[in-house]
């Protein structure tokens, strides 16, 4: 017997309109379909396209070695790990990386995670609870900020890199476990932020400090072991209140992350991490190209030195841009290169009118970035050349000569 009541409204009727209000916005994101053609080339749905969009910093993303070193573990190990890292999914492979990756970033232990997001979202529910507190950058990438809302500690939030206001926000916390939380290197902005001072202040308020390195491991500090060995604190100077996390998918060009530090307190997350114990592991072919990265990472001082000449090049050739645009290029010695544009339309505007150049460059917008600083993402490589860089700044000049406006007015 069939009704004839006429169906209620859902909720999930409202989606479609929805995504026409974020499309309306210019918020609605879109996939693009990408192979690799060669350096810093991509074909892009199908479209040659030069890519200042990739964080394979050092250009070790198809690199044969790495190809060869998975090859060879898919006839050792086979593809997947079969279960989680406290079953049976701990390979060999695994147990070396994780070695190894202790004695490249020269930290006591480290624990490889099949992704970066996992590895802090779990993390950090694991270092602190609830009746604890939690002292956050205001520029925090969005895992760390997630592992802090699922950590269910008391969230401060502090102005970025304002370290006199985490100081005041330190002093006045009566919480016993205090966790202080941020980026190494700001994904959008690429700043770097201060650790040894960040270290000081952890040290005089009896906080532990996680370090998200994501965009520093590979290219900062000697043989280019990360943002804290720039800092002078690993080794020797290595500090049991530090927890240093990096990811694998970037600079050492193949996948995952591992966090590293104090044997006690590495041996304290394996426990407690969820994303860990109730994950499958990352597979052994994977640890296997990663073992080979770690050895051309510490060798690739020439792919750093290449790389810091293009951020140089790039640098002085936006120094001319005209100020009556508002276009600006934040302060970074880094990979990362960001030309705050202003609006979500102009920096879209923008990025459409390098790509109908051939030039792939992100437009980085809200809720990413601050409203108002929508941007272009400019992200540097070792693969690419001279040549690219500078027909990458003929077209931003290009497109400047062009616009007789500001953009941050539209």
């Given at each position: 017997m069939t009704s004839s009541t006429a169906p209620q409204p859902s909720w999930l009727d409202e989606i479609p309109a929805r995504l026409a209000d974020l499309d309306r916005a210019h918020l609605l994101r879109r996939r693009r379909v990408v192979e690799p053609a060669g350096g810093a080339h991509l074909r892009v749905d199908g479209q040659p396209m030069l890519a200042f969009c990739s964080n394979d910093y050092l250009g070790l993303a198809s690199h044969p070695a790495l190809a060869e070193a998975a090859r060879e573990a898919t006839h050792h190990f086979g593809l997947g790990s079969g279960?989680?890292?406290?079953?049976s999914g701990h390979s060999a492979a695994n147990e070396a990386l994780e070695h190894e990756l202790a004695a490249y970033v020269q930290l006591p232990r480290a624990l490889y995670f099949y992704a970066g997001y996992a590895t802090n979202t779990g993390i950090i529910p694991a270092l602190v609870g609830d009746g604890d507190a939690l002292f956050s950058d205001a520029?925090?990438?969005a895992c760390l900020i997630d592992g802090a809302r699922l950590s269910r500690a008391t969230i401060h939030r502090y102005p970025h890199a304002d370290l006199a206001s985490l100081e005041a926000q330190l002093a006045a916390s009566p919480a016993r476990r205090k966790l202080v939380i941020s980026d190494a290197v700001f994904s959008m902005d690429g700043d770097l932020i201060n650790i040894p001072a960040l270290l000081a202040l952890c040290e005089?308020?009896?906080?532990?400090?996680?370090?998200d390195d994501a965009h520093g491991f590979g290219v900062l500090g000697p043989q280019g072991r990360g943002s804290l060995a720039h800092a002078g604190l690993t080794g020797?100077?290595?500090s049991r209140r530090v927890l240093y996390m990096a990811t694998l998918g970037k600079a050492a060009g193949v996948a995952?992350?591992?966090v590293a530090g104090d044997t006690a307190l590495i041996e304290w997350l394996l426990q407690k991490t969820r994303t860990y114990i109730f994950a499958t592991a990352a597979p052994p072919l994977l640890a296997s190209a990663l073992r080979q990265s770690l050895q051309l990472m510490a060798a690739a001082d020439v792919r750093r030195a290449h790389l810091a000449s293009l951020i140089t090049q790039l640098r002085t050739g936006l120094t001319d841009l005209p100020e009556a645009l508002g276009w600006h290029l934040l302060p970074s010695h880094t990979p990362v290169q960001a030309?705050?544009?202003?609006?979500?339309?102009?920096?879209?505007?923008?990025m459409e009118g390098l790509r109908a150049q051939g030039l792939w460059v992100p437009a980085i917008r809200?809720?990413?970035?601050p409203a108002g600083t929508a941007r272009l993402r400019i992200a540097l490589s070792a693969a690419h050349t001279t040549e690219d860089v500078a027909q990458l700044l003929a077209a931003l000049h290009a497109l400047a000569a062009q616009l007789s406006v500001p953009l941050v007015s539209r």
């Open positions: 279960g989680s890292p406290l079953v520029l925090n990438h005089r308020y009896d906080a532990l400090l996680l370090l020797p100077n290595a995952g992350a591992f030309l705050v544009i202003g609006s979500n339309d102009a920096a879209l505007a923008v809200p809720p990413t970035v």
